[in-house]
C-alpha cells in the first residue's frame, strides 16, 4: 500500500494523471500512472486502460491507457467497524432550493411530461487541511462492499468515491449489469419494508433498463430484487444479465446504450435529461457519468456508475448526491434521503472536517 501512496503523492505533485481502484469487496488497490499530461480517450481499438465518462454524454470523457502509464499494485486492511453518522449544520436556503427543485420535478411528472426525474444536488464542505495519503486509506477501508476508486487529471481535478451500482460486467459473451434504484436509511437492527413509491421508481429502472437491452442480449434474465447495503443506506437491486448476439454491439457501444440509466436521469430519457439540464444550479460534471477499467484479458471488463462521490479543489470537497422521483415522492422526505447519502463521502473526510 505504502508504494501506491508514495506514487500518488509524486504524481499528484507532479499534476500528472492516475487512477487507483479497487473492486467490491476486495482489498486489492490497483493504479494506473500515466506518464504524461496527454488527454487520451476511449475507443474500442484501445486495450487495458482505465475510463473516466461525464454525466453529459457530449462533454466527451477521458481514458488512462495502460500502455502509457506505470502499473502497480498494493493491498488495505479492510474495516470492519459499522460507520457513525456525523452531523453537520443543516443549510436552510440548500434545503428549501432542493425541495423546490422535487416540486418542480413532481410537477412535470404530474404533467405526465416524465415518469420519473432524477434530482441532484452539490454540497461544498470547507476542509480544515487534506492529506492524500490518510483520504485514500479511509475511502478503501470504510467502504468494502463499493467499487472505489481516486481519479486525477489536470483537465478534470481529483475525484474520488465509493459507488455501489455497476454499470456492465462483460467477458466475452456474458454480459451483466443491475437496476439499484430505492432507498432507505441502513438501519441494522430493523427490517426493511419498501414502500409502493420506492418499489415503483425500482421497476420503471428495470423495465426501461430491459427494454434496452433486449435488441443486443439474447437469453435475457432478471433476477428477484433483493436488499443491498451500501453504507449508511440500503437500496433495492435487481440483476439484469444475459449473452451479447455476436455482431450486435460493442462494450462502449451498450455503455452508450444505457447510460445515462433511469436510476440516475429517469423515463423516459430525453425528457427526464430536458428537465435536469434545464432545472439543475450546478454542473454534475462526472458525478452520474461511469467509469472503471478496461480488461480484454481473462477477466473481463467491469464499468460503474459515478454514485457517492465528490470533486477536491481548493481545500474543499464538492459532495454530490440525488434521488429519484416519480408522482409519489414526498420533497422533505427526498431531502433527507440525499442527507442520509451524503454521509458515504462524509465518513472518508471525518479527519479534514
Known amino acids: 500500500m505504502e508504494g501506491i501512496l508514495e506514487q500518488v503523492e509524486k504524481r499528484f505533485a507532479k499534476q500528472l494523471p492516475f487512477v487507483i481502484f479497487s473492486y467490491p469487496g476486495n482489498h486489492e488497490i490497483e493504479g494506473f500512472f500515466q506518464k504524461n499530461k496527454a488527454r487520451y480517450k476511449y475507443n474500442d481499438a484501445l486495450e487495458n486502460g482505465f475510463i473516466f465518462q461525464p454525466f453529459n454524454a457530449d462533454r466527451g470523457g477521458f481514458f488512462i491507457p495502460q500502455a502509457q502509464s506505470e502499473y502497480q499494485k498494493g493491498s488495505v486492511e479492510l474495516l470492519d467497524a459499522p460507520a457513525e453518522k456525523i452531523v453537520i449544520p443543516e443549510a436552510k436556503v440548500e434545503k428549501e432550493a432542493y425541495k423546490h427543485l422535487v416540486s418542480k420535478a413532481i410537477e412535470r411528472i404530474q404533467r405526465r411530461k416524465a415518469q420519473k426525474i432524477v434530482t441532484s444536488r452539490c454540497k461544498t464542505i470547507a476542509l480544515n487541511s487534506l492529506s492524500l495519503p490518510i483520504l485514500i486509506q479511509r475511502l478503501f477501508q470504510l467502504n468494502p462492499t463499493a467499487f472505489r476508486y481516486v481519479w486525477f487529471h489536470p483537465d478534470t481535478g481529483l475525484w474520488a468515491g465509493a459507488t455501489p451500482e455497476l454499470l456492465l460486467h462483460s467477458d466475452g459473451e456474458q454480459f451483466q449489469t443491475m437496476a439499484l434504484a430505492g432507498t432507505k436509511e441502513n438501519d441494522r437492527f430493523l427490517k426493511v419494508l419498501w414502500t409502493e413509491k420506492e418499489r415503483e421508481e425500482h421497476q420503471l429502472v428495470v423495465d426501461d433498463i430491459v427494454s ?38 460493442s462494450l462502449y457501444q451498450i455503455a452508450q446504450t444505457l447510460h445515462p440509466t433511469p436510476a440516475v436521469c429517469g423515463t423516459p430519457r430525453k425528457d427526464a435529461l430536458k428537465f435536469i439540464l434545464e ?24 464499468w460503474f456508475v459515478n454514485l457517492r462521490c465528490m470533486k477536491l479543489e481548493n481545500q474543499q470537497a464538492h459532495i454530490f448526491v440525488g434521488g429519484g422521483i416519480t408522482q409519489g415522492s414526498v420533497p422533505e422526505a427526498e431531502w433527507l434521503e440525499t442527507q442520509n447519502k451524503i454521509q458515504t463521502m462524509l465518513q472518508v473526510l471525518q479527519p479534514f472536517l
Do not use: W
Open 212 to 249: 434496452r437491452l433486449q435488441q443486443i442480449l439474447s437469453v435475457l434474465k432478471v433476477s428477484k430484487s433483493t436488499n443491498h447495503a451500501a453504507g449508511l443506506v440500503v437500496h433495492l437491486r435487481t440483476d439484469i444479465s444475459g449473452c451479447i448476439k455476436k455482431g450486435k454491439a
Open 279 to 302: 432545472m439543475e444550479d450546478f454542473d454534475r460534471e462526472f458525478y452520474t457519468g461511469f467509469l472503471g477499467p478496461t480488461n480484454k484479458a481473462s477477466s473481463g471488463t467491469q
